[in-house]
């Protein structure tokens, strides 16, 4: 079955850098577009980062392009996100996500808290 661990969260002062990781099973890893969603408390889930099966194509919102960066390693069957100049608005739990068959899978989140 389809598994999604994240890890890397944390606490970081605002201007710091976070790297998440995302180690997926149950599927042919390099076949698919990986995603990191990101959800505050109160408010609705936003796409932070996207990258194409091969990594030759990543897209992001306004909200943090230039800052994050979005990386994946077929071989290790891991998505990375590196954050950096992080703000506090940048607060939430992130989630990475795969679509297989025309479902959604998520892993359960790493919580990143930017503050001073």
């Known amino acids: 079955q389809v598994q999604l661990v994240e890890s890397g969260g944390g606490l970081v002062q605002p201007a710091g850098s976070l790297r998440l990781s995302c180690a997926a099973s149950g599927f042919t890893f390099s076949s698919y577009p990986m995603t990191w969603y990101r959800q505050a408390p109160g408010k609705e889930r936003e796409l932070v980062a996207r990258i194409s099966g091969i990594g030759s194509t990543t897209n992001y919102p306004d909200s943090v392009k230039g800052r994050f960066t979005i990386s994946r390693d077929n071989a290790k069957d891991t998505v990375y996100l590196q954050m950096n100049s992080l703000k506090p608005e940048d607060t939430a739990v992130y989630y990475c996500?795969?679509?297989?068959?025309?479902?959604?899978?998520w892993g359960q989140g790493t919580q990143v808290t930017v503050s001073s």
């Open positions: 996500s795969v679509r297989t068959w025309g479902v959604d899978y």
